[in-house]
T-cell receptor, first 107, second 116 residues
Framework: KNEVEQSPQNLTAQEGEFITINCSYS?????LHWLQQHPGGGIVSLFM???GKKKHGRLIATINIQEKHSSLHITASHPRDSAVYIC?????????FGTGTRLQVFP | NAGVTQTPKFRVLKTGQSMTLLCAQD?????MYWYRQDPGMGLRLIHY???????AKGEVPDGYNVSRLKKQNFLLGLESAAPSQTSVYFC???????????????FGSGTRLTVV
């Protein structure tokens, strides 16, 4: 079992839909990152959070430390949100990356 | 702001050839990392550096060497390329280890390497 599990692996949506991507982890962490990998391959850091919730534009990230679970939500999804979303946990000494969720948003 | 710049973007090598991937950052970050990304797997850490003149092994260091002679540059070398090293390589930098700041990591745009 991977230490960081993401679900779903693939997700398709119609423009305007509310999107949820989940990340579960099995080790104690001090922080969790959400990253976005564009179709061209570039990776952008979206959020780093260690508790509660963070919001940036239409993106919302939440984390429940007790349940070892984080979610990334996208409101009013748009085709430009199509990308791979990756969560990564920060343990005692290194980051552990999930395999990513591939999101496609169709007009 | 250039952020993190990786060169080259694409490369095809023959088995046994050597090459160096260059990563340059202009954010005065202390920490730099080299990752590889393979289908169906998360990013895996090859080597990292916590400051100029220092390097350390990550999860998958075999077959690679690194150097950090200047704070802004982190070089990844393949001495004798193997087909198993076909991958996409990403460099990243952060101001704290593991990117434990609000700014997280800054990634380069990746190098797609094919070894035939």
């Amino acid at each position: 079992k991977n230490e960081v599990e993401q679900s779903p692996q693939n997700l398709t949506a119609q423009e305007g839909e509310f999107i949820t991507i989940n990340c579960s982890y099995s080790v104690g962490i001090s922080a969790l990152h959400w990253l976005q990998q564009h179709p061209g391959g570039g990776i952008v850091s979206l959020f780093m959070l260690s508790s509660g919730k963070k919001k940036h534009g239409r993106l919302i990230a939440t984390i429940n430390i007790q349940e070892k679970h984080s979610s990334l939500h996208i409101t009013a999804s748009h085709p430009r949100d199509s990308a791979v979303y990756i969560c990564a946990t920060k343990g005692s000494d290194k980051l552990i990356f999930g395999t990513g969720t591939r999101l496609q948003v169709f007009p | 702001n250039a952020g993190v710049t990786q060169t080259p973007k694409f490369r095809v090598l023959k088995t046994g050839q050597s090459m160096t991937l260059l990563c340059a950052q202009d954010m005065n970050h202390e920490y730099m990392y080299w990752y590889r990304q393979d289908p169906g797997m998360g990013l895996r850490l090859i080597h990292y550096s916590v400051g100029e003149g220092t390097t350390a092994k990550g999860e998958v260091p075999d077959g690679y060497n690194v150097s950090r002679l200047k704070k802004q540059n982190f070089l990844l070398g393949l001495e004798s390329a193997a087909p198993s090293q076909t991958s996409v390589y990403f460099c990243a930098s952060s101001s704290f280890y593991g990117g434990l700041t609000n700014y997280g990591y800054t990634f380069g745009s990746g190098t797609r390497l094919t070894v035939v």
